[in-house]
């Protein structure tokens, strides 16, 4: 799989959990935060072992134990997550969650002892400053205690693409999404015992519950992780994050253009948006690049021209 191709695969898995709220509002309010990922995991889970079972007898000791250490990076920044976003404004965790676009060069640096490249750089700075313009947050809106939950969001989050990123070179990528699945289910199921002994018993499985489940645990869930696996296995984790940073961006576009009955919030486009936008769709193009292959055909032109005259 070549690099575009990749980042192809990566893309289409932020597309899935950029257009997860809107199946989230189907989900009953009475659904705790702990019901909601075990029984969204746990389907996901069951989808994932009927497709694959002949491929789970392969499954060994050494894939469980980094499927494992992917599901509880991954249950911490759901958890983080959860309480940061109730303790700031959206703006304010956006910007936040947003620099792990600075934390995972970071980790690169650490894991592969290597810097980011000029072009790399660029993107960077581009996206940053698109994210400032887009939410226009101050000091204000940075209380210490949600500041710490999203920094660890950020940090986990991190952290996870750049582990997975090695351990999906040489795992099995439908291994380590079905173990870390199965890990982040059993977890949840525990939490949201301990939270709510009754479990089941208290929801009223309607049919639109039923539907956003579904939805929620075949393409946020199922689809989207065999797909980040098979991508992290070849793209580099800072082109990974980089396609992440266009969340926001596919958020906002959804929310102007899907109707309110179908779950969209019908927000006005400002003007400050869309020069955010903008500046983080640039540094998305600038990261994807191939700097060197323009150079060898402007080269290409240039001598070409050179001959004819």
């Not at 789970?56 to 991954?74: C, P």
């Not at 400002?270 to 990261?287: D, K, N």
Request: proline share 4%; glycine share 6%; charged share 15%.
């Amino acid at each position: 799989m070549r690099n575009f191709e990749s980042s192809i695969v990566i893309f289409s898995v932020m597309l899935c959990w950029a257009s997860a709220y809107v199946f989230i509002k189907g989900l009953p309010a009475e659904l705790s935060s702990f019901g909601y990922l075990a029984l969204m995991n746990g389907l996901a889970s069951l989808i994932m072992v009927l497709c694959f079972f002949p491929r789970l007898k392969k499954l060994n000791r050494y894939n469980a134990i980094r499927g494992s250490v992917l599901g509880l990076l991954m249950m911490l920044v759901l958890l983080f997550e959860k309480e940061g976003i109730e303790r700031l404004t959206p703006a304010a965790a956006s910007v936040l969650a947003s620099l792990g676009i600075v934390v995972v060069p970071f980790f690169v640096l650490v894991f592969y002892r290597r810097f980011p490249s000029q072009q790399q750089v660029a993107a960077i700075l581009l996206i940053l400053a698109g994210i400032l313009v887009t939410n226009g947050v101050s000091s204000d809106d940075f209380p210490l205690a949600g500041t710490l939950f999203m920094l660890g969001d950020c940090i986990s989050m991190s952290l996870y693409t750049v582990v997975a990123n090695k351990f999906c070179r040489n795992s099995d990528p439908v291994l380590l999404a079905v173990t870390q699945l199965l890990f982040m289910a059993a977890v949840a199921f525990a939490f949201w015992f301990a939270e709510n002994p009754r479990m089941f018993l208290d929801l009223e499985f309607t049919r639109s519950f039923l539907s956003s489940l579904f939805m929620l645990a075949i393409f946020s869930k199922a689809f989207a992780y065999i797909m980040l696996m098979y991508g992290q296995r070849y793209a580099d984790p800072i082109n990974v994050v980089v396609i992440f940073a266009l969340e926001p961006v596919i958020t906002l576009l959804m929310s102007v253009c899907i109707p309110k009955a179908m779950g969209g919030v019908e927000e006005s486009f400002t003007l400050q948006a869309f020069l955010g936008a903008v500046l983080v769709v640039l540094g998305a193009i600038v990261s994807g690049l191939d700097i060197g292959a323009i150079r060898r055909r402007l080269h290409g032109i240039g001598r070409l021209r050179d001959e004819t005259t």
